[in-house]
């Protein structure tokens, strides 16, 4: 694998990273707020799992854009890699500093839509990338799960602001 390769998808990723940990904010009064699922992890463990996920996801573009024969695959893989990266940092701005869920909860649906197509290229151009990619795509699913959770626990708290009812 090259190294610009790498460095290009590493460079993408830690963009995306970058904005979702600005855009979090799990100690606000109204996070905290929330009702929360019994099964949803301790804060700590968000940002042990995403570090290395996204290790694996600048791995797995890596070499899925290594692998391409160029063309029209490789310009897909690099669009569906650019959508997937900019709706994984979407989310938590959505969630956490607009607070809205339920507009977070419909495009964490869209990520894991986009990250399905990810997979699926990344998966014919190298399938070690696509396995690569299998963690990340069962983290999200959780968070579309654990974010379903929150909506459906607090009704009437998908558009607003503050932390009444």
């Not at 299998?134 to 607090?154: D, E, H, K, Q, S």
Request: hydrophobic share 50%; proline share 8%; net charge positive.
């Amino acid at each position: 694998m090259r190294v610009s390769n790498l460095a290009r998808t590493g460079l993408a990723t830690a963009v995306a990273a970058a904005g979702g940990a600005i855009g979090a904010s799990p100690d606000s009064d109204w996070y905290r707020s929330l009702d929360k699922p019994a099964w949803q992890p301790p804060a700590a463990v968000f940002p042990a799992v995403w570090t290395p996920l996204y290790a694996s996801i600048a791995f797995a573009g890596a070499r899925a854009l290594e692998a391409s024969a160029g063309g029209a695959r490789r310009t897909q893989l690099r669009r569906a890699f650019g959508i997937d990266l900019a709706l994984n940092a979407g989310w938590t701005p959505l969630f956490f500093r607009a607070r809205r869920p339920r507009l977070a909860l419909a495009e964490i649906i869209s990520l894991d839509v986009a990250n399905v197509v990810l997979l699926r290229r990344a998966w014919r151009a190298d399938p070690l990338a696509g396995a690569a990619l299998l963690p990340y795509a069962a983290w999200t699913g959780f968070a579309t799960g654990l974010n379903a959770a929150i909506v459906l626990r607090n009704p009437g708290r998908g558009a607003g602001r503050g932390p009444g009812p």
